[in-house]
């Protein structure tokens, strides 16, 4: 069994026993979380489609770990200028573990 969930703005497919980074939720390490932006649920050869999610299902997911992307750099500058502009950013994460899929 799978499912489509909606979570920071991106779609994931998760089955159970998935780990993925998602965007920063906010909970404690070692909790559980119920992601309710639940968009299909697939499997046994029946597909069900929510229009936009399904009301009712869910999600349970273990949160794994917090933590921060790689640095990413942004540099602007100008030719012949003595404009320079460099900015670096790390993008914050939560490592998830899906426990099970609620339909």
Known sequence: MYAVIK????????AEGDVLKVE???????STVELT???MIGGDGAVK????TISGASVSAQILSQGKGPKVISFKYKPKKATRVK???RQLFTEIKITA???
């Open 24 to 30: 920063k939720l906010n909970a404690e390490i070692e």
């Open 49 to 52: 489609v929510g229009s936009p």
């Open 7 to 14: 979570t920071g703005g991106k779609q994931y497919k998760v």
């Open 87 to 89: 900015k670096g950013h």
């Open 101 to 103: 899929i609620n339909a």
């Open 37 to 39: 932006d639940v968009l």
